[in-house]
């Protein structure tokens, strides 16, 4: 789906880094517009530096394409209005129970412990996974991704 303010966001953004047709994807962290508006806030503070998906995610038809070092992301708010692009500087598969400290760290969500990631992660992705019908164990693979914020609104 088409969205003329993150269109426009990443052209201002494309113009003053010189970047030609260079492909980019627009997303939004969590499940709801509240969690969007939270996890971004962190982005934009400086404390997050990192994300966590399901490799399922990218294997549905007419999902984003499996993330990638060098990717551009245009982030977007609760309401859909663009608000900063990060770059991705590093993308790991491994089970959803291998994450490490410095990743839940990185993340920096709750009080940023690898105790408290595994929580909160294993919540959101029980939701998920009643949604979508699949079952949800600590050996999913998970996408481990971090990024640099280049362009904040």
Not at 55 to 71: A, I, K, L, M
Not at 87 to 98: A, I, N, W
């Amino acid at each position: 789906m088409a969205n003329p303010a993150a269109e426009a966001f990443w052209a201002s953004f494309a113009q003053a880094r010189q970047l030609t047709d260079v492909p980019y994807i627009v997303a939004s962290f969590g499940d709801s517009a509240a969690m969007a508006n939270e996890l971004l806030w962190l982005v934009l503070s400086g404390r997050k530096r990192a994300t966590a998906s399901l490799v399922r995610d990218y294997q549905r038809v007419g999902n984003h394409p499996f993330p990638s070092v060098g990717e551009y992301i245009v982030w977007l708010d609760g309401s859909g209005c663009p608000k900063c692009i990060t770059q991705t500087t590093s993308v790991e598969v491994k089970p959803l129970s291998q994450v490490d400290a410095q990743f839940a760290w990185d993340e920096g969500e709750g009080d940023r412990s690898r105790a408290w990631w595994l929580n909160a992660h294993r919540t959101y992705f029980a939701r998920q996974a009643a949604r979508e019908g699949f079952t949800l164990h600590d050996d999913i693979e998970t996408v481990f991704e971090r990024f640099d914020l280049l362009w904040p609104a």
